[in-house]
Structures are given as C-alpha cells and as structure tokens.
C-alpha cells in the first residue's frame, strides 16, 4: 500500500521536474541570459537537491512501473513476495540515483 502510494506521488513530482527541464531547454534555446539564470537556480544547491529528487522519483516510478509489470504477468501477488518487490523497488531506486549522480559528479568533475 505504501509503494501505491509513492508511485502516485513520484508521478505527481515527475510533473514538476518535467516543467523544470522544459524551461532549462528553453532558456537555452531562447537567449544566454535566460539560459544564465536557469543554468545558476538549477546549479545551486537547492536547485541540485530538487534535480536529486527529481532522479528518485523518477527511478521509483520507473522500478514500480517494472513492478507492476511482473504483477500483471501473473507473478509475484503473494504477500511476501509482493512485500519483497516493494522493499526491491525503494531500495533499487536509492541506489540507481546514487549511481546517477556519482556518474555525474564524475563526468561534471
């Protein structure tokens, strides 16, 4: 019941972070100083913290998306295993957006 509840509100977020990507594409499709103040909210540490959220909501829809995948091929429906699944899906996703931002702390140097 809880992951029901995070997957609904993670796509709730994804909406949110959605509309911060399509204004940082068109900040810079539009003047380098529309592009300069996007680039700076979304570099600051806030700005990092919501793209960090934005990563794990993103990777819990994701995971319970595939979740919800394997229930609809008839699998995994028993309590403990279900049980599993979500404890999976909450822990992958912590981990994919570690992974994420590792990559791109790396990359960005």
Request: proline share 0%; glycine share 12%.
């Amino acid at each position: 019941m809880t992951m029901s509840i995070l997957h609904r509100i993670s796509g709730g977020a994804l909406y949110v972070g959605t509309l911060l990507v399509a204004w940082w594409l068109i900040a810079l499709a539009t003047s380098a100083d529309s592009f300069g103040l996007a680039d700076a909210v979304l570099t600051s540490w806030f700005g990092l913290l919501v793209l960090f959220g934005f990563t794990w909501a993103l990777m819990v829809h994701l995971l319970g998306g595939v979740r919800h995948l394997v229930w609809d091929t008839g699998a995994g429906l028993e309590k403990t295993t279900a049980s599993s699944l979500a404890w999976a899906t909450l822990v992958g996703s912590v981990v994919l957006t570690i992974l994420v931002w590792a990559g791109y702390f790396l990359i960005a140097g």
